[in-house]
């Protein structure tokens, strides 16, 4: 039986192509399975953490309290673990007779400080990082042409996205902690991640402001607008899309660095919450936070490991990445509506 005319035929090309194919989904899969391992073990061994199987479900003190000492000893031949509070409560009408009896620092109590201090430097360092990367990318691309000086411009902000984060980290105990003298604080904090992130944002947000369309430019200058009106009417909402997805790569970032924070805002223990005990308002800003990944550095590598330590290791992260997730969602959804509203 003859081939049909449209049967595909082997050839180098075809064979080629099939190599390049697989050498792509292989690559993809790679990913895609380590990717899955490292949730599926964070998952598996941080959500005994939070979640519990009876009411009400959910371990509220892991989500709610301060991270406290672990007191591990045998009263009456029994096993127990106490946070430091609850030891301290029952000390106080008996006494504890255990030569074996052991402390794990940081491995009791929860991680609400963590939580709040984590989506404090998120949400404000984003905030500066995307007013003052916007407002450089709209210079950059409705402004300032395409002369030598920005030119060169462009080329220092690639090459500083390149930077690694220790370095921003210097730089921020350098300029906020020492020269400003905020000392190491939330602002300070805010201000690094910020500008670690900015480069990001500014090579993605002139990218989408280029990709709007010259016509949408020309027709609302023909009509008598200004450069202004035009961007903020008819250039910058439709190129909000593609700077949201640029905040998304943003969030992730500045949500898991630990090098900036250390220097700048974190604290490994703090007895208050940013608003508790003020002075001033001002205060506020100027008060250091515990953070997420600081906290799980310190529960991962400053402590003695032991089997005490891995609740507190596993669920931090496991909280976390619900943190960064919610807060990236929140993006995503914000940039689908935009895309759904600003069509072209």
């Not at 620092?105 to 404090?120: D, E, K, M, N, R």
Request: hydrophobic share 50%; net charge positive.
């Amino acid at each position: 039986m003859s081939a049909h005319i449209f049967q595909e035929k082997s050839s180098a090309i075809l064979t080629v192509e099939k190599i390049v194919f697989w050498l792509f989904r292989v690559a993809t899969y790679v990913v895609l399975i380590f990717s899955a391992y490292i949730l599926l073990t964070i998952t598996f061994k941080g959500i005994g953490s939070v979640v519990k199987l009876s009411p009400p479900f959910i371990d509220i003190p892991f989500l709610t309290e301060s991270p406290e000492t672990l007191h591990v000893f045998q009263f009456e031949g029994k096993p127990m673990q106490l946070g430091d509070t609850e030891y301290r409560q029952f000390t106080a009408t008996r006494t504890v007779n255990d030569p074996n009896e052991s402390t794990v620092a940081h491995s009791a109590g929860g991680i609400f400080p963590c939580i709040v201090g984590t989506v404090l430097l998120v949400v404000g360092s984003m905030v500066i990082a995307l007013v003052l990367g916007v407002s450089s990318a709209i210079y950059l691309s409705e402004y300032g042409g395409s002369g030598r000086i920005v030119e060169t411009l462009r080329l220092a902000i690639l090459n500083l996205a390149g930077v690694p984060s220790i370095v921003f980290g210097l730089f921020g105990f350098a300029m906020f902690v020492i020269f400003f003298k905020w000392n190491v604080s939330l602002i300070a904090g805010w201000f690094t991640l910020a500008f670690m992130v900015m480069p990001v944002i500014i090579t993605a947000a002139e990218e989408s402001l280029r990709a709007v369309p010259q016509g949408f430019r020309e027709g609302s200058l023909a009509l008598g607008a200004t450069k202004w009106q035009t961007i903020r009417s008819n250039v910058l909402p439709y190129a909000l899309p593609g700077i949201l997805t640029s905040s998304i790569l943003g969030i992730a970032r500045v949500a898991g660095e630990t090098a900036p924070i250390m220097f700048t805002a974190a604290f490994v223990k703090t007895d208050q919450l940013p608003w508790q005990g003020l002075a001033h308002v001002t205060d506020f800003f100027f008060r250091g936070v515990m953070a997420l990944p600081y906290h799980i550095y310190v529960v991962s590598s400053k402590i003695p490991q032991n089997e005490f330590t891995e609740r507190m290791q596993y669920g931090s992260a496991f909280v976390f990445l619900l943190v960064v997730a919610s807060i990236a969602m929140t993006s995503m959804v914000l940039r689908t509506r935009l895309r759904k509203a600003y069509k072209w």
